[in-house]
């Protein structure tokens, strides 16, 4: 895998965080965040399709782990995401440890593993700027109720709240039999993402003790493999 291809990779997703694992890899991320539902071992899987180009990314997003932050439970929610325009098709996978607060739904911890290499964690406090960042664990809180409608994806028919964005964003439907974010279907201005299966059985895809990410010494060994 290219060194170029895995900085741009790790940038979007450090800038996206908690959205770019909902909406798919990209510059600009759609701001719908669903509805919070997360069970253990249960997720679900999307292909997202950009308007413009037609280009589309499958992603995998599940809950595969449960453990306390500051007395409060928290899920460790990741996500694998392919796309054939890039890195050979081959999957990166990133997980988030996610706390709920009165804001809403916050990424504590960011380890990610792009294909052949070992996992890095990412530094939320690094540089003396925070890369914690909240999404609104319900939709109604930035979203207008439409109303209720049976929509079919190819994971089959559901009954959804349809949610209108009120920034003029897009279209959500949502179901509460979908974990973790109880999205269906979301239509945006210049995206569209379908649930193409329900996950029950998700297994954490991260292997090995992961290292504290540093963008230097990852600069460093490719000049050393180029040297060579």
Known sequence: MKFRQIAILIATLAVALPLAAQMGMGPRVPTLSGVWHPEVGAGAAYDRTVAATGD??????????????????????????????????????????????????????????PPGSDPMEMEMNGGGHSMKQTTPANIADKAELVGTESITVPAGTFSCQHFHMKDGSGDGWISDKVSPWSLVKYQGTDSTMVLTKLITD???????????????????????????
């Open 56 to 113: 589309k990314t499958q992603m995998e997003i599940t809950i595969v782990g449960k453990e306390d932050v500051a007395g409060k439970p928290a899920y460790w929610m990741e996500f694998a995401m392919s796309n054939p325009k890039m890195m050979n098709g081959a999957q990166m996978v990133m997980k988030q440890l996610m706390a709920v607060d009165d804001a809403g739904v916050t990424s504590t911890r960011v380890i990610m593993q």
């Open 202 to 228: 998700a297994k954490d895809r991260i292997t090995g003790t992961p290292k504290k990410f540093d963008p230097m010494d990852m600069m460093r060994n490719r000049m050393g493999q180029q040297a060579h």
